[in-house]
C-alpha cells in the first residue's frame, strides 16, 4: 500500500511560476525522496531528504520535510514547459531494513508555454 | 553507461500465454527491483533482490516469479499470463538499501495481456 500521497493529484501552471507539490505519509521514515518521470519514460530520482534535515536544495528545486506532520513539499521556481511530468515521492519506513522505497500515486504536472 | 535496460519494450500476450521480462544493469549495483504502473495506482512493488542469488516478495508479488542468478540480471517471469496483468512495468537498481540510496530506472515495458 501507498506511504506517501501527493497533493494535488494534478497540477496546470503558466511557465514562469512557481509549482508546489505536496507529499503526505503515515509512518515515521528514514529518507523521503522524489522522482520525476516524463511521459513514457522510467523515473528519475530528484532529490533526498533525510529524517533529520528540513529543507534541501538541488537548483530549481527546493524541498522541504516536516516530520511532525509527516509531511514533505516539492517546489520547482520558475517553471519551464520541460518540467512538465509526473512527480512522485518515495518513503523508507524507518528500521524497515532492506524495504525499498514506497511510492506515491504522484502529482501530474502541466507547465503551460 | 547504459544504466538500467529492460527488454522487450513492447509485448503482447494471449491469456494464458508466458513470457519473461529481462532487466540488465552495468552499475555493479546490489538491489534489483520489479514495479508495475497502473494508472491512478503509483508505482507498486513486484519482487526485489538484495543480491546475486536472492529474491523477496513486494506489495503485489501474485502471478510472478523472479530469478537473479547474475548479479547484473534481474528476470521477472508471468508462468499464465492474465489481463489484470496488463501494466507498464519497470526495473530499477541501486547501489545498496534505499535507506541511503536513489534508485536508477530503466525505460520501461508495456505490456498487454488480451
Known amino acids: 500500500s501507498q506511504q506517501g500521497e501527493e497533493d494535488p493529484q494534478a497540477l496546470s501552471i503558466q511557465e514562469g511560476e512557481n509549482a508546489t507539490m505536496n507529499c503526505s505519509y503515515k509512518?515515521?521514515?528514514?529518507?523521503l525522496q522524489w522522482y520525476r518521470q516524463n511521459s513514457g519514460r522510467g523515473l528519475v530520482h530528484l532529490i533526498l531528504i533525510r529524517s533529520n534535515e528540513r529543507e534541501k536544495h538541488s537548483g530549481r528545486l527546493r524541498v522541504t520535510l516536516d516530520t511532525s506532520k509527516k509531511s514533505s513539499s516539492l517546489l520547482i521556481t520558475a517553471s519551464r514547459a520541460a518540467d512538465t511530468a509526473s512527480y512522485f515521492c518515495a518513503t523508507v519506513r524507518l528500521n524497515s531494513g532492506n524495504t525499498p522505497l514506497v511510492f506515491g500515486k504522484g502529482t501530474r504536472l502541466s507547465v503551460i508555454a | 553507461n547504459a544504466g538500467v535496460t529492460q527488454t522487450p519494450k513492447f509485448r503482447v500476450l494471449k491469456t494464458g500465454q508466458s513470457m519473461t521480462l529481462l532487466c540488465a544493469q552495468d552499475?555493479?549495483?546490489?538491489?534489483m527491483y520489479w514495479y508495475r504502473q497502473d494508472p491512478g495506482m503509483g508505482l507498486r512493488l513486484i519482487h526485489y533482490s538484495v543480491g546475486e542469488g536472492t529474491t523477496a516478495k513486494g506489495e503485489v508479488p501474485d502471478g510472478y516469479n523472479v530469478s537473479r542468478l547474475k548479479k547484473q540480471n534481474f528476470l521477472l517471469g508471468l508462468e499464465s499470463a492474465a489481463p489484470s496483468q496488463t501494466s507498464v512495468y519497470f526495473c530499477?537498481?541501486?547501489?545498496?538499501?534505499?535507506?541511503?540510496?536513489?534508485?536508477?530506472f530503466g525505460s520501461g515495458t508495456q505490456l498487454s495481456v488480451l
Open positions: 530499477a537498481s541501486s547501489r545498496g538499501q534505499a535507506t541511503n540510496e536513489k534508485l536508477f
Open positions: 509512518t515515521s521514515i528514514n529518507n
Open positions: 552499475m555493479n549495483h546490489e538491489y
